[in-house]
């Protein structure tokens, strides 16, 4: 499940850093990030 967990964040990382533009894409992009790994404990 760890291993699941850390694959699922490195993954939302990745698309965030890459996906945004400003510093404010990348505070969505990290906000996005925390909310999904609070939806996958969940």
Known sequence: M???LAAALTVCL???VTGCNTMRGLG???EEGGEAVQRASD
Request: glycine share 12%; aromatic share 12%; proline share 0%.
């Open 28 to 30: 969505e992009d990290i």
């Open 2 to 4: 760890k291993r699941w």
């Open 14 to 16: 990745l698309v965030g």
